[in-house]
């Protein structure tokens, strides 16, 4: 632990009553449910600086090796020993997008430097599964996210909220639906839908694979092709999408193809489903409908994602209570 930190009695262990009231599964999904404590206590409480409050990343006890850290994540990737210096003194170099402190049971003892920024919540998904570790984070707006195998456990400032992994919330049969290929783009569509749009509270209506004779009505035009399995496209789609009505329309090889396109339901569509939740997913619901071999996903704008195919709801993650 950091000594130059003003630790109150207690106050670490207040925090892990917190956390085991809250049902999170961080702490028991942890080798090291101490240290792991000690780096998220850090990250809602990092020292203040001429009235700012530092962003802060931290790896918690990784067990996978290196390498893999690599390949898992796409990044370059610069590992520093730090062993020899203040936990303090390492910490102040650990931004939580591109450096990260790495932590063990000896304290902080490296830095690990990636060549680019890996600071999105999807980012940090992928960072804790490559690593084997938890992963902390402190955010510009002051939300505190902490990933591993329970999902990812938000901080707001006024409580926690856990999206669990998308396997608990939607069935196999859905992800598993398909080529491995379109079950590979799938699995990349509902990760965006969940870590990009659900985590930044950006609403929207995503439709992939072939809609068939569906009606759709174009209000914008042809936009890029941008993919959801190139890590680079997805903050163009993010940053349209949030400015954008109507829905986005992917192909089967999730390549962007229709933006704020309007989805016309058949008199069939009208009678077969019922009416559920607000216009997107009263739209989303019927287009399923018209266009069974698509996935239909609506994102709506206070986090929860839901998923329909045929005209039926096939999954929705938990709402935030």
Same mark, same amino acid.
């Given at each position: 632990m950091?000594?130059?930190r003003?630790?109150?009695?207690?106050?670490?262990?207040?925090?892990?009553?917190?956390?085991? *009231?809250?049902?999170?599964?961080?702490? $028991? !999904?942890?080798?090291?449910?101490?240290?792991?404590?000690? *780096?998220?206590d850090?990250?809602? /409480?990092?020292? /203040?600086?001429?009235?700012?409050?530092p962003?802060?990343?931290?790896?918690?006890?990784?067990? !996978?090796?290196?390498?893999?850290?690599?390949? +898992?994540?796409?990044?370059?990737?610069?590992?520093?020993?730090?062993?020899?210096?203040?936990? +303090? *003194?390492? /910490?102040?170099?650990?931004? $939580? @997008?591109?450096?990260?402190?790495?932590?063990?049971?000896?304290?902080?003892?490296?830095?690990a430097?990636?060549d680019?920024a890996a600071?999105?919540?999807?980012?940090?998904v992928i960072?804790?599964?490559?690593?084997?570790?938890?992963?902390?984070?402190?955010?510009?707006?002051?939300?505190?996210?902490?990933?591993g195998?329970?999902?990812?456990?938000?901080?707001?400032?006024t409580?926690?909220?856990? @999206? %669990?992994?998308?396997?608990q919330?939607?069935g196999?049969?859905?992800?598993?639906?398909?080529? %491995?290929?379109?079950? @590979?783009?799938l699995?990349?569509?509902f +990760?965006?839908a969940? !870590?990009?749009?659900?985590?930044?509270?950006?609403?929207?209506l995503?439709?992939?694979?072939?809609?068939?004779?569906a009606?759709?009505?174009? !209000?914008?035009?042809?936009?890029?092709?941008?993919?959801?399995? /190139?890590?680079?496209?997805? $903050?163009?789609?993010?940053?349209?999408?949030?400015q954008?009505? &109507?829905?986005?329309?992917f192909?089967?090889? &999730?390549?962007?193809?229709?933006?704020?396109?309007?989805?016309?339901?058949?008199?069939?569509?009208?009678?077969?489903? *019922?009416?559920?939740?607000?216009?997107?997913?009263i739209? $989303?619901?019927?287009?399923?409908?018209d +266009?069974?071999?698509?996935t239909?996903v609506?994102?709506?704008?206070?986090?929860?994602v839901?998923?329909?195919?045929?005209?039926?709801?096939?999954?929705r993650?938990?709402?935030?209570?």
């Amino acid at each position: 632990m950091d000594a130059s930190r003003r630790l109150s009695p207690g106050r670490l262990r207040r925090l892990r009553e917190e956390l085991e *009231e809250e049902q999170l599964g961080i702490l $028991g !999904h942890s080798a090291a449910p101490e240290l792991l404590v000690d *780096e998220i206590d850090y990250a809602l /409480r990092p020292p /203040r600086h001429e009235r700012r409050l530092p962003t802060y990343g931290a790896i918690v006890t990784p067990s !996978h090796p290196t390498e893999r850290w690599k390949d +898992a994540t796409g990044l370059d990737l610069t590992l520093s020993p730090t062993a020899r210096r203040a936990d +303090a *003194e390492v /910490r102040r170099y650990a931004d $939580g @997008e591109v450096s990260w402190a790495v932590r063990d049971a000896d304290g902080v003892s490296a830095l690990a430097v990636f060549d680019r920024a890996a600071s999105s919540e999807r980012d940090v998904v992928i960072l804790a599964e490559a690593t084997g570790a938890a992963v902390v984070q402190r955010c510009h707006d002051g939300v505190v996210r902490v990933a591993g195998p329970f999902g990812v456990a938000r901080w707001d400032g006024t409580g926690w909220h856990l @999206e %669990p992994p998308i396997g608990q919330w939607l069935g196999q049969t859905v992800l598993t639906h398909g080529t %491995p290929r379109q079950c @590979e783009v799938l699995d990349q569509l509902f +990760a965006f839908a969940v !870590h990009d749009l659900g985590a930044s509270g950006i609403g929207a209506l995503l439709v992939l694979g072939d809609v068939g004779t569906a009606s759709i009505e174009d !209000h914008l035009p042809d936009p890029p092709p941008l993919r959801l399995d /190139r890590p680079e496209a997805l $903050g163009p789609l993010r940053h349209v999408l949030a400015q954008t009505d &109507g829905a986005a329309v992917f192909d089967a090889d &999730g390549v962007l193809r229709r933006l704020g396109a309007r989805l016309i339901p058949s008199p069939a569509a009208e009678r077969a489903t *019922e009416v559920v939740g607000g216009t997107r997913h009263i739209s $989303g619901k019927r287009f399923s409908y018209d +266009a069974p071999a698509a996935t239909v996903v609506v994102v709506s704008d206070d986090g929860p994602v839901t998923a329909f195919r045929g005209g039926a709801m096939v999954g929705r993650s938990p709402a935030d209570t």
